[in-house]
């Protein structure tokens, strides 16, 4: 009987280093899967916007429509170019209005995935919340002052920042 119960509990340890073995294959292929998808989901974005900057000029030459432009638009105007945080969508309102909250401690990515309702836990969350914070960066409506820190530029006052939904 003892040998019986030996050779069971043999078979059991087998199964389970094999299991194991196996746990850490598929996590490392989940790992490269969400590598690859956040790559895919910058890409996305990266093209879109090169699409819609393409497409700016020809509608600039023409003169100003009455219209609303059909197509993809910028979610991120130029700051410039607009007339105010309104002019950008609600998710990046509310990133905004984060970054203002924030004060001079700065906005974090994860902190941003948590905004925009996202798993903070998820790298890919919150890369896709870096990749829109350095957008507002690229297009002057925040700064980046410590690596991975965001906030309003010093002549951006918090209250120019509307919260989306309502007032400030």
């Not at 969400?34 to 509608?59: D, K, M």
């Not at 007339?83 to 969508?89: I, K, P, Q, T």
């Not at 941003?112 to 890919?124: E, M």
């Amino acid at each position: 009987m003892r040998a019986v119960l030996e050779a069971r509990r043999k078979a059991a340890m087998v199964r389970v280093e094999e299991l194991e073995a196996e746990l850490d294959r598929v996590r490392a292929d989940l790992t490269d899967a969400e590598e690859i998808l956040r790559r895919r989901v910058i890409g996305l974005e990266q093209y879109l916007e090169a699409l819609a900057e393409e497409e700016a000029p020809a509608v600039a030459v023409g003169g100003p429509s009455q219209r609303k432009p059909v197509g993809p638009r910028r979610a991120v105007p130029h700051r410039e170019n607009a007339a105010g945080v309104e002019d950008l969508s609600v998710d990046y309102q509310a990133v905004m209005a984060a970054a203002a909250e924030a004060g001079d401690d700065g906005l974090g990515a994860r902190r941003a995935a948590v905004v925009l309702g996202w798993d903070s836990a998820s790298a890919s969350r919150v890369e896709g919340a870096r990749a829109r914070l350095k957008r507002l960066v690229e297009r002057g409506w925040l700064v980046e002052t410590k690596p991975g820190r965001f906030t309003l530029p010093t002549g951006q006052q918090a209250d120019e920042v509307v919260r989306p939904g309502g007032g400030s």
